[in-house]
């Protein structure tokens, strides 16, 4: 805090100021403080709108010194967080300043679409600024104004963490009920291709999770079809511990392939009161009864005589997907939510390669050790578009970066990175890039068969082993 003289000369002696109020968010699940980004290069960049995703280092703008003295205006660069952030504030850890140069930042849920200002346009210094708290997995740095400048310190954020470490729910949720019976497979939205043409609004089709969740996303999957989108339809997910009293957690949308944030991972109860320190018991000072909320109460002990705020961990073991609007539409993928829960494992930024060769296509074969690219240097050159690699993993491994060990850049050269748990149905989990020696962003799908593509280019540099930013 800063206490900021505004008029007046000389006066009386001051006691001691006294605040009065109360914590925006409870310890436990939120506590606003400076978020933790990567000091050591695990930073997992999505690619900038330069013509050079390293110039400058603009690339890495949250863990290493940067500038972007040749981007005009509306140039920008996006970073993958490595879990769902609840932004409030902003700065440079050092550096001069400009007051020409300008910058914003944007944040989503999605890697490629949703982005929306949580930090408005300012000449960035060595103090924080104020965001509006948006949560977001990825942010994205624009410049708005102004030519060269300083070079600046790497940029830390503040605010906090919607779980403790967010990953994909797995898979295994069972059926419950369905106002619509198995018609179009609405009864089984989280284990199959669904639709509900016919349905009208209120449609609801329930499915019981495998563990308690904190759900933060929700999306359709990948696949076919999963690029058609209905505009007309609308849908809402709700949430619930018993499969009764069901809120909403994720609100009214047009169901897409890109996750989109979910809000029902908190609850304020504004109207409790904390009447006993000895046994913790509260009592309701409204029409609030605590047996509404059927998730635990997190709080902090003190002495008060005024309502407290408390936040809810809003857990849930069911979920009910709810018609909003809208008649026939496409066919939709198996909808995928994102959280954490309990049984969630943290990421600790491991490295991992580890591997041994599966296959190559194209007739390749050893060539330039393109068979083993996990385990030595590897190039090729001669590899048209398309020529894939596979290689079986020593164990399934949740892999949310990738970069490699060292080698030149070549930004003709293209790469993507596809995963599978059966060596059959692969699906992307590293999307196209130039590879360089920095992390670069995965989806987080844990899989134990990994197939590399070239997707563009001729000739280029030799590249060293590639490494994985891991969860076991």
Not at 138 to 144: A, E, G, T, W, Y
Not at 369 to 391: E, P, Y
Request: aromatic share 8%; net charge positive.
């Amino acid at each position: 805090m800063r206490l900021v003289k505004v008029a007046g000369g000389g006066g009386p002696w001051n006691g001691p100021v006294e605040l009065k109020g109360c914590a925006d968010e409870s310890a436990g699940q939120c506590v606003v403080g400076a978020l933790e980004t990567d000091n050591t290069g695990y930073t997992a960049s999505l690619g900038t709108s330069h013509s050079s995703d390293a110039y400058q280092q603009w690339n890495q703008f949250l863990s290493a010194t940067w500038a972007c003295d040749a981007c005009g205006p509306g140039t920008h660069s996006t970073i993958a967080l490595d879990n769902a952030q609840k932004i409030t504030g902003w700065k440079r850890s050092s550096g001069g300043f400009s007051s020409a140069q300008k910058w914003h930042l944007e944040t989503s849920m999605s890697a490629n679409s949703g982005f929306k200002t949580v930090c408005p346009s300012t000449s960035l210094t060595n103090e924080f600024q104020p965001c509006a708290g948006l949560y977001g997995r990825f942010v994205r740095l624009v410049k708005d104004a102004g030519g060269g400048g300083p070079w600046n310190g790497k940029i830390q954020l503040e605010g906090c963490s919607s779980c403790q470490a967010s990953s994909p729910l797995p898979r295994g949720a069972t059926k419950v009920a369905s106002s619509e019976g198995n018609y179009q497979q609405f009864d089984n939205f989280m284990g199959a291709t669904w639709a509900c043409d016919r349905c009208a609004a209120g449609a609801a089709s329930v499915q019981k999770l495998p563990e308690t969740r904190t759900v933060t996303g929700w999306k359709r999957d990948g696949g076919a079809g999963a690029s058609s989108v209905s505009n007309a339809q609308k849908w809402r997910l709700e949430g619930s511990l018993t499969n009764g009293n069901f809120k909403t957690i994720c609100a009214s949308t047009s169901l897409t392939q890109e996750s989109q944030a979910c809000d029902g991972s908190q609850v304020r109860v504004r109207s409790l009161a904390l009447t006993s320190l000895a046994t913790s018991t509260f009592s309701s000072t409204s029409t609030y009864s605590l047996t509404q909320f059927t998730h635990s109460l997190t709080y902090t002990p003190q002495l008060v005589s005024t309502p407290l705020l408390v936040f809810a961990n809003h857990q849930v073991n069911y979920v009910r997907l709810v018609k909003e609007a809208g008649g026939g539409g496409p066919w939709n993928q198996m909808i995928k939510l994102d959280g954490c829960s309990p049984s969630t494992k943290a990421c600790s930024n491991a490295e991992y390669s580890s591997g041994s060769t599966v296959s190559t296509t194209n007739g390749i074969g050893t060539y330039q050790q393109w068979n083993n690219f996990l385990g030595t240097t590897w190039a090729c050159d001669k590899c048209s578009s398309g020529t894939a690699s596979v290689m079986k993993l020593a164990a399934p491994q949740a892999i949310k970066g990738w970069k490699r060990l060292s080698g030149g850049i070549s930004d003709a050269q293209k790469w993507r990175l596809e995963g599978s748990m059966t060596d059959g149905n692969y699906k992307e989990i590293c999307p196209t890039a130039v590879l360089n020696n920095a992390f670069q962003f995965c989806d987080g799908t844990t899989v134990r068969y990994v197939r590399l593509i070239k997707v563009a280019g001729g000739g280029g540099p030799w590249n060293g082993a590639i490494r994985f930013k891991t969860c076991a």
